[in-house]
Each structure stands twice: as C-alpha cells, then as structure tokens.
C-alpha cells in the first residue's frame, strides 16, 4: 500500500495511484492523525509485543437434564390444574376428575 511516504511501498498501490494518505484526506482523516495511527500499529506488532497465542482446551458436555416440565390444564369451573408432563393421559384424566368433582 503507498502511503505517501518515499522509500515505503508496504503492499500495494491504491487503485489510480492514490496514496493512502489520499483516502484518508478523502474520508476526512488528517495526515497527522494517520501518522498517529500508524505508528502505534507500528508499535503493537513489533516482535517483543506480541505474544504466542493461548490455546485454552475446550471440553463439550451435554447440558444437566432438567426435571419434566410442567403442564397447566384450564379447567371449565375457573380453576387450573397443573401437572407433570411425565404423567400419562389416563392419570391426568383422573386428576381433572378427582378436582372436577370437590
């Protein structure tokens, strides 16, 4: 990339031979600030700065079963009856009677 700067062609040129510090002026970036800028990029990727990347094992477990969820029955009578979704058709039936029936 060319910055403007002579002796320093870091990548590539910019598309109709515009320097970097033409796009920047374009985009309302002051020269002075992307002087900045660069040297602090610069700075952070010299070799005493940067660091070996951490690899940090990762174990994959299933998620804790949760208990069984709850079910709540309207009943015609304004009341509501809640039960276990584990309980089959039948048992469920002969609750809402047993609470139809008080």
Not at 29 to 50: D, F, H, I, P
Not at 57 to 82: F, H, K, W
Request: hydrophobic share 35%.
């Amino acid at each position: 990339m060319d910055t403007g700067r002579k002796g320093g062609n870091h990548c590539a040129s910019w598309v109709d031979g515009a320097t970097l510090f033409d796009v920047a002026q374009s985009h309302g970036v002051g020269r002075y600030l992307l002087k900045r800028w660069m040297a602090q990029y610069c700075e952070s990727n010299t070799s005493e700065n940067t660091k070996a990347p951490i690899f940090v094992p990762v174990v994959v477990t299933d998620p804790e079963p949760s208990g069984p969820a709850v079910i709540e029955v309207g009943l015609g009578n304004g009341r509501s009856l809640r039960v276990s979704s584990d309980l089959s058709d039948a048992q469920v039936r002969r609750f809402i009677g047993l609470v139809e029936a008080t």
